[in-house]
């Protein structure tokens, strides 16, 4: 029989957690993934050629996602925008703070 001694309790050091979804913005249907840890955030829009690119804001085409972001922001997380079919309104004063 083997065995071993616990010298110290498990516990999370580090965590990721990274959600998917689809959405349509200006009638273009976008696949994104969010990620989220101890250190920051990550956004990323799925291209069919390359597959997932992270996003950053502060380029001009990338900020027709801005919406998005600014509502996982104010909402707290992907899971918390709604249900498919939910219509999200996030007004523009706090879109242009994720930009």
């Given amino acids: 029989m083997a065995t071993f001694t616990i010298k110290e ?9 990274t959600y998917q979804g689809t959405v349509e ?4 249907e ?3 993934r969010f990620s989220a840890d101890d250190n920051g ?5 799925f291209n069919g050629d390359t597959g997932y690119e992270r ?3 502060y380029e001009e085409a990338n900020q027709k996602y801005a919406p ?7 909402w707290g ?3 918390d925008l709604g249900p498919a079919g939910e219509v999200i309104e996030i007004d523009d004063t706090i879109v242009e703070d994720y930009i």
Avoid: M, S
Wanted: aromatic share 18%.
């Fill in 9 to 17: 309790e498990a516990y999370i050091k580090y965590q990721l957690t």
């Fill in 25 to 28: 913005i200006d009638g273009e």
């Fill in 30 to 32: 976008v696949t994104y």
């Fill in 41 to 45: 955030e990550e956004f990323y829009i």
């Fill in 55 to 57: 996003i950053e804001f």
């Fill in 68 to 74: 998005l972001l600014a509502a996982i922001g104010e």
């Fill in 77 to 79: 997380n992907p899971e």
